[in-house]
């Protein structure tokens, strides 16, 4: 079972809302764990930042987790990216099987490649600030800063954040400090991608090595021999070694390209 602030909280009837928000310490002792949806403007929202104070004050063994977007957008750019060179890859098949020469279709296939690349990397560099830019919304963070919308909430807010942490000094000390250190443990290697999100990005490739599989199984004139070379070659080689290799080491470099960048 999950709690959602902004579903399970009522967002429109003022006194249904004032209940909810009333009962988020129930919900947040319960919890086993406290997953952010991270965002640039996330620490910017006093709310937010109230979560995180009365999450640690009722749950001081629980388990905070910081899940930045940017790294869906990075891993769906990489997929459209690649779901334009395999389509790319069987345009030039059907000018290779006319009359185009090797040669011509060699070169085709690299301004494909090169012309779905530049984008690709630019893209990457620029969602790749967004790490730079927690990073420092973590490091710099004053509670007092933080903005809110309504003055009675900010002063109710801080009056708590008080309670809990003696002054307001002493929470944004923790923000940068120990809470800091606990959720930027997984984005703190330069390249790093969940492996799940691998496997769903090397679907392509791997559907396009599956069809040149299928297209030997079904002559029956090529050689077992032949069959298991190309199993290990390509299907092997390419998705599960070459690939995510490649992967990683883009993804590495477009991070440090997106940092030098800003510093």
């Not at 809990?164 to 991608?193: H, K, M, N, Q």
């Not at 998705?239 to 290799?245: E, R, S, T």
């Amino acid at each position: 079972m999950a709690f959602v602030d902004c579903t399970c909280v009522h967002q429109v009837d003022q006194v249904l809302m004032q209940q909810g928000i009333n009962d988020i310490g129930g919900f947040l002792a319960a919890s086993k764990e406290l997953r952010v949806l991270w965002s640039s403007t996330y620490l910017s929202r006093l709310w937010c930042v109230f979560e995180l104070a009365a999450y640690r004050k009722v749950n001081p063994t629980g388990k905070i987790i910081l899940s930045p977007l940017f790294i869906e957008r990075i891993t769906l750019q990489i997929f459209l990216w690649l779901e334009a060179l395999t389509s790319g890859f069987w345009y030039s098949r059907v000018l290779r099987s006319g009359r185009m020469e090797l040669s011509g279709f060699v070169l085709f296939a690299l301004l494909v490649i090169g012309c779905l690349a530049v984008p690709l990397i630019h893209s990457l560099r620029h969602s790749y600030l967004s790490k730079k830019i927690l990073i420092s919304s973590l490091d710099t963070f004053d509670v007092r800063n933080v903005e809110c919308l309504v003055d009675s909430d900010r002063v109710r807010i801080h009056a708590a954040i008080v309670s809990w942490y003696g002054s307001l000094d002493a929470f944004s000390e923790y923000v940068r400090g120990p809470f800091r250190e606990d959720v930027l443990g997984p984005l703190r290697t330069p390249g790093s991608i969940p492996f799940g999100y691998i496997c769903v990005l090397a679907t392509p490739l791997t559907s396009l090595c599956l069809e040149g599989l299928l297209a030997l199984l079904k002559n029956d004139g090529v050689p077992t021999q032949n069959i298991l070379a190309y199993s290990l070659s390509t299907i092997l080689a390419l998705p599960v070694l070459w690939f995510p290799a490649l992967l990683v080491f883009l993804v590495f470099v477009c991070e440090r390209c997106a940092t030098r960048r800003q510093s």
